[in-house]
């Protein structure tokens, strides 16, 4: 049996997904971006300034889950512009300790809403 988990202290979806399943042992963070969530608005500013807002949405839905960002076991980022990874990187490690989850950062064409950042994560209850 799965659970939706959802908060207003993050994006709410903007298609036909939750912001997170709960599946037992572990709950599934569908991507987000930087959108702010009470405008809903992309965040003024560069890719730190986007980065770091996804890191919010995601650390906002983890917290619903009453999870942290050390129940992560797996991120996944897809950015427009690997030219970004090394702004993306250093914001991203401010949110997190040893030991790091595992990853996967991918270049893709084109983002929802035209941000240059997504993620999504996996966490282990």
Do not use: C, W
């Not at 809903?40 to 807002?53: H, L, Y």
């Not at 890191?55 to 690997?82: C, R």
Request: glycine letters at 6%; proline letters at 6%; aromatic letters at 8%.
């Amino acid at each position: 049996m799965v659970k939706e988990i959802y908060t207003n202290n993050a994006p709410q979806a903007i298609g036909p997904y939750s912001q997170a399943i709960d599946a037992g042992d572990f709950v599934f963070v569908s991507g987000q971006i930087p959108l702010h969530p009470e405008t809903m608005e992309v965040v003024d500013g560069d890719i730190a300034k986007q980065t770091e807002q996804v890191m919010n949405n995601l650390q906002a839905v983890l917290s619903e889950a009453g999870l942290t960002f050390a129940h992560v076991v797996k991120f996944t980022i897809y950015i427009t512009n690997m030219d970004d990874f090394a702004a993306i990187n250093e914001t991203y490690a401010k949110f997190l300790q040893e030991p790091y989850p595992a990853r996967a950062t991918v270049e893709v064409s084109k983002l929802p809403k035209g941000v240059g950042v997504e993620m999504d994560v996996i966490a282990k209850k």
